[in-house]
């Protein structure tokens, strides 16, 4: 890896995660993210040699390095508490970029070794911000992405907002970036339509991908198939895009290229 290239680490859980070829079509986002960047269509893809689980991948760039560290079923204290932030941290250097995104599975009350209730959920992002800080890397907050949860009323509403208020609150307070993509992602879902959305979302027919994990098929309303991971890749990507509020992700704004994909254009 070349010390020139921009580094960009993702740190989450199953809806950011990389996934072998027979699990398609669930793609997380972050798997797709590097698509999204000038000469994304070229991008070298290898595992990660010194990461201790098999779905961490790599994908480069001749500018940028992205490394996705996500993986399902992780919280903020478990990501931690596992050892997998200890694992990347010595990686860090000035410069670097972590984006992290959780919420999802900090609200799992009944699996405790993942639970975070809302009040000490800063105590786990402070974690990641004060070691970034000390690597004098640039630590992003990203809201939890939307799950289908339109089934009662038709509408899509922001999932995990107590753990999405948080990471709004330490945002204004420590000047730390954030991208609102539990925001967005609802809103495109709400535009994209109640039914249209299982397109999003891991709703397969039972024998419509006969080599897949997901052959007997599958109506799952929180993880990703690729047209929803693209979809919310380039909600990130636009939300780097329009970042105004300082010049902290100036260097990714100049290599982001999000795509036009309706209806984005609400952005």
């Known amino acids: 890896m070349k010390q020139s290239k921009t580094n960009i680490y993702l740190v989450s859980d199953s809806t950011v995660q990389s996934y072998e070829d027979n ?22 893809e290898e595992t990660v040699a010194d990461c201790p689980y098999p779905q961490a991948r790599i994908y480069e760039t001749p500018a940028l390095h992205i ?9 903020s204290r478990s990501f931690i508490e596992e050892g997998k932030w200890d694992n990347l941290l010595p990686k860090l250097k000035e410069g670097d970029f972590v984006f992290l995104q959780f919420g999802h599975n900090d609200a799992t009350i009944n699996r405790p070794e993942r639970y975070v209730a809302p009040e000490d959920f800063p105590k786990f992002i402070y974690k990641y911000i004060n070691d970034c800080k ?24 922001i999932s995990f907002q107590p753990y999405r208020e948080v990471m709004l609150n330490i945002s204004e307070e420590e000047n730390i970036p954030l991208l609102d993509l539990g925001r967005y992602s609802t809103d495109f879902c709400n535009a994209y339509g109640t039914e249209e959305s299982k397109e999003l979302f891991l709703w397969v027919k039972a024998g419509a991908y006969k080599d897949s994990a997901y ?18 890749a380039n909600i990130v990507a636009a939300l780097i895009e329009k970042y105004n509020k300082d010049n902290q992700l100036d260097l990714l704004k100049s290599l982001v290229e999000p795509k036009s994909l309706s209806p984005l254009d609400s952005l």
């Open 23 to 44: 699990f398609y079509p669930q793609t997380g986002w972050g798997q797709v993210f590097i698509q999204f960047f000038k000469d994304g269509d070229k991008c070298i």
């Open 67 to 75: 490394e996705n560290r996500a993986i399902g079923g992780r919280s």
């Open 134 to 157: 000390e690597k004098k890397a640039t630590c992003i907050l990203v809201t939890p992405v939307a799950r289908r949860n339109c089934e009662e009323d038709g509408r899509f509403h």
């Open 215 to 232: 052959a007997e098929g599958v109506n799952d309303n929180t993880h990703l198939q690729e047209k929803g991971a693209l979809a919310f």
